[in-house]
């Protein structure tokens, strides 16, 4: 069983910049698919952005499109989620999610804020 963990959530200020990390146990990194969630508070989780096992095809929400960049780090086993451009309604708790043989895994969140 994988285990993941979120790092990189702070509060910052409208336009901008943070990255996110999720640090992933065990040797099997590129065997899984990856995705970041983010839940707002009252909303139902939405998907942000997945890469898949090969790392050249990737998907993002048209709500962060142009602005978030997700990508992974094989050898450090970490994946990450560039944010640029930060906006308020971007404010959320983000989640790290892995993905194999139809079973997802979930890291605990960390919480992103952005201030108007």
């Known amino acids: 069983q994988v285990q993941l963990v979120e790092s990189g959530g702070g509060v910052v200020q409208a336009g901008g910049s943070l990255r996110l990390s999720c640090a992933a146990s065990g040797r099997t990194f590129s065997n899984y698919d990856w995705g970041w969630f983010r839940q707002a508070p009252g909303k139902e989780r939405e998907l942000v952005a997945r890469?898949?096992?090969?790392?050249?095809?990737?998907y993002y929400a048209s709500s962060v499109k142009g602005r978030f960049t997700i990508s992974r780090d094989n050898a450090k086993n970490t994946l990450y989620l560039q944010m640029n451009s930060l906006k308020p309604e971007d404010t959320a708790v983000y989640y790290c999610s892995a993905r194999r043989g139809g079973i997802d895994y979930w890291g605990q969140g960390t919480q992103v804020t952005v201030s108007s």
């Open positions: 890469i898949y096992r090969g790392g050249g095809s990737t």
